[in-house]
């Protein structure tokens, strides 16, 4: 009902989509409807600029994802729709 000032930081290709984000996270965290949100700037920061943790934890360079590699695909007469063991994720 009152005026709230805040400052929000998202990762994202765009700025439109991190305008998306920011009415999602709006809708879902505080219940703001859209109609009642008011932008007042918008603007790409460089790395050094980042004030969130949750920003700043993705900027190491040594960061590193697991690789996933496709496995080939099984015939159908072999595929089980539950098994009990973990799938493997190289080929053999």
């Known amino acids: 009902t009152n005026?709230?000032?805040m400052y929000k930081e998202f990762r994202d290709v765009?700025?439109?989509g991190a305008v998306s984000?920011?009415?999602s996270e709006m809708a879902g965290r505080h219940r703001a409807h859209p109609n009642t949100i008011q932008i007042i700037n918008t603007a790409t920061?460089?790395?050094s600029e980042c004030k969130r943790e949750h920003m700043t934890e993705m900027?190491?360079?040594k960061m590193k994802y697991p690789v996933i590699r496709k496995m080939?695909?099984?015939a159908k007469r072999l595929r089980a729709t539950f098994?009990?063991?973990r799938p493997t994720t190289f080929a053999r």
Do not use: C
Request: aromatic share 4%; no cysteine; proline share 5%.
């Open 72 to 74: 080939p695909l099984v």
């Open 14 to 16: 765009t700025i439109n």
């Open 21 to 23: 984000q920011m009415y």
């Open 3 to 5: 005026t709230h000032n």
């Open 83 to 85: 098994t009990a063991k």
């Open 45 to 47: 920061l460089m790395a």
């Open 59 to 61: 900027h190491d360079s």
